[in-house]
């Protein structure tokens, strides 16, 4: 099958994408890891010994800027339905995260201990239907957040990737009940013509 102008474009942007080209420099699985050291660098997310969590976490770049920022007194947990390859440090488990089943498997390996960051940079397969892809996008974030106020300690954080458009109002409403802060983060390696951004919560209220 033929590729598409858009699709050779898309490649073209890809290839010669300085952040792609530095993954591979500094040996990271995807150019999204420089999303999350921005932010983390800004706002001061993960520090030694914590436990996070990274929802969504294939092909595991969050994972690998995560382990590497807890260190090893820190734990991190990846979480998807996709197989991803081990990292040292880190975790991995493959299933649903909103099935209870697994859902138990991983409250039995995190024991005792608090959670206190949850991370998803969790995106749906697009159909190429903006109102169908913007609504599994809310859906997924909702997902995500209903994981993190399940399972974050008390004062712990979330930082979930949100596409702006329908719904994104109402769902950072939602946030804005479940934490005490909530901002937007449009790092430099997002794109500046994605309709992503990404919404930190901090302070768990309960």
Partial sequence: MKRSKTSKSWMTEHVNDPFVQRAKTDGLRARAAYKLMEIDDKDKLIRPGMVVVDLGAAPGSWSQVAATRVGASGRVFALDLLPMEPINGVQFMQGDFHDDAFVERFEALLGERQV?????????????????????????????????????????RFLVKVFQGQGFDEFRKQMEGAFKSVIVRKPQASRGRSAEVYLLGSGKRG
């Fill in 116 to 156: 206190d960051l949850v991370v998803s940079d969790i995106a749906p397969n697009l159909s190429g239907i903006p109102t169908s892809d913007q609504a599994r996008s809310i859906h997924l974030a909702e997902l995500a957040l209903d994981f993190a106020m399940q399972h974050l300690a008390s004062g712990g």
